[in-house]
């Protein structure tokens, strides 16, 4: 199932994806439909088994292309992100003088970094650094704490694509990177959730990231150094995680500042991974006001 959020006729609504239709939950469900994807994935599969027993009759529903697709989950309690999760990033941030870390190194991206699969992205008036990172993002489903790695799997809701936005500068200037990483736009995700289910393994995917329609990032989700079950498991152990958490798994080799080539305004990225679309984000000049 492909739950999506998403903007037409003056209203932002909830819905999920069909081939090249989208449902809003709320006409498929009444007055039991839920207000957020949070909502869905938090009461669990059998809130999933009611939307897809409604969506086998569902008439109607609007087309993809005459619709805007938004953040799938705007308000997000958390949004954590791993460094340095692909041998190949790590060799080449290395080369750049950050050392490879020895245990699982995180960071917050701020929830108000947040932005939609196709919405502008600023380049901030105080950095010259700006910079992209293709991501697998995970989201949870299920409230949990000390969840083993066997276990890890069972919480999880879903995926999206995910561009962990960085203005390097600023992630060099402080001794944690979380300053860096959480400019207001610079966190694109969607374009909806993909849940569990529909995914057979996640360390399957190839993701790739283009800039101006060059290939720059690709790389396959099964060679990271951590694996998504590592790494809830490890979250775990320190937060309880709730449903509609963000985690966003590590990008590979191929980021602009190893490149020494940065973002400018103009600039069109573009993240696809596959079985789970894309995201596609114009760098703009943050307004004055």
Known sequence: MKLARFSANGRTVIGVVKADKVYEINMLLGDDAPTS????????SSMRFKIERALETATGGSSIAGVQFEAPIPDA????????????????????????????LWFNKQVTC??????????PRVSDKLD????????????????????????VGGYFVANDVTARDWQAASPTFTLGKSFDTHGPIGPWITTDDEVSDP????????????????????NMI?????????LSQ?????????IATGTCAGV?????????????????????GHIENRIVEEPTV
């Open 77 to 104: 309690q958390k949004y954590l992100a791993i460094g340095m999760n692909y041998q190949d990033h790590a060799e080449e941030a290395r080369a750049a003088g950050i050392p490879i870390p020895k245990t699982q």
């Open 132 to 155: 992209y990172e293709a991501e697998l993002g995970v989201v949870i489903g299920t409230r949990c704490r000390y969840v083993s790695e066997a276990d890890a799997r069972s919480v």
């Open 37 to 44: 994807i949070r909502e869905i994935l938090a009461a669990g």
């Open 238 to 246: 320190v937060m309880t995680l709730e449903p509609g958490d963000l």
């Open 226 to 234: 951590y694996n998504i079950w590592q790494q809830i498991h490890h």
């Open 114 to 123: 947040i932005t939609g699969p196709y919405a502008d992205v600023h380049r």
């Open 256 to 276: 602009g500042i190893a490149l020494n080539s940065f973002l400018q305004p103009g600039d069109v990225v573009r993240v696809e991974i596959d079985g789970l």
């Open 203 to 222: 360390h399957t995917l190839e993701m790739r990231l283009f800039v101006n329609g060059a290939l720059r990032q690709q790389q396959v989700t099964g």
